[in-house]
T-cell receptor, first 114, second 112 residues
Framework: GENVEQHPSTLSVQEGDSAVIKCTYSDSASNYFPWYKQELGKRPQLIIDIRSNVGEKKDQRIAVTLNKTAKHFSLHITETQPEDSAVYFCAARKGGTSYGKLTFGQGTILTVHP | NAGVTQTPKFQVLKTGQSMTLQCAQDMNHEYMSWYRQDPGMGLRLIHYSVGAGITDQGEVPNGYNVSRSTTEDFPLRLLSAAPSQTSVYFC???????????FGPGTRLLVL
């Protein structure tokens, strides 16, 4: 089955700096890659996603890039703010309209220091 | 819309006890899933359902049962709780043909 590896496990940055979290996946058939943000004690919330037919997607301060050949994708957060502090999870799924199991990475604890 | 709801929020069990974690969604989503979240391991799929009357196993199904008698509800049953089942459990749903999965608020379970 699919295996998703996520790095780093913890990331500490100063407010205003950029943060990058990287994930690799094993199944070349995976074609959907979401990123979730989870604040302490809360549920995971989707922040951005990308499909395999797109190389990059941006939404204000966050962006995701995908390299299908290398089977890795990354989350980029620019101009970080203290409210960006949370656990971030990447995930991968294959399949179109069928169910397609979502496999998650291990998570990255991001801390943004004021 | 209430979205995805879960009850209880927190539960303490003794080893060997049984219980049911409730999950409901009011968005008419076909797909529903149960995950457990443990430190350093991300979210792992326990069971999932693609519609009423249809369920299947995920990565870590042992010790858990599910059923899906209606589109709205997807309860998770622990038959004989073990300390290894101490975790945070999330239910999620997704509409067929779409990508976005919505999570419930979670149930924190402690098995002594």
């Amino acid at each position: 089955g699919e295996n998703v590896e996520q790095h780093p496990s913890t990331l500490s940055v100063q407010e205003g700096d950029s943060a990058v979290i990287k994930c690799t996946y094993s199944d070349s058939a995976s074609n959907y890659f979401p990123w979730y943000k989870q604040e302490l004690g809360k549920r995971p919330q989707l922040i951005i996603d990308i499909r395999s037919n797109v190389g990059e997607k941006k939404d204000q301060r966050i962006a995701v890039t995908l390299n299908k050949t290398a089977k890795h994708f990354s989350l980029h957060i620019t101009e970080t703010q203290p409210e960006d502090s949370a656990v971030y999870f990447c995930a991968a799924r294959k399949g179109g309209t069928s169910y397609g199991k979502l496999t998650f990475g291990q998570g990255t604890i991001l801390t943004v220091h004021p | 819309n209430a979205g995805v709801t879960q009850t209880p929020k927190f539960q303490v069990l003794k080893t060997g006890q049984s219980m049911t974690l409730q999950c409901a969604q009011d968005m008419n989503h076909e797909y529903m899933s149960w995950y457990r979240q443990d430190p350093g391991m991300g979210l792992r799929l326990i069971h999932y359902s693609v519609g009423a009357g249809i369920t299947d196993q995920g990565e870590v199904p042992n010790g858990y049962n599910v059923s899906r008698s209606t589109t709205e509800d997807f309860p998770l049953r622990l038959l004989s709780a073990a300390p290894s089942q101490t975790s945070v459990y999330f239910c999620a749903s997704r509409k067929g043909g779409t990508e976005t999965q919505y999570f419930g608020p979670g149930t924190r379970l402690l098995v002594l």
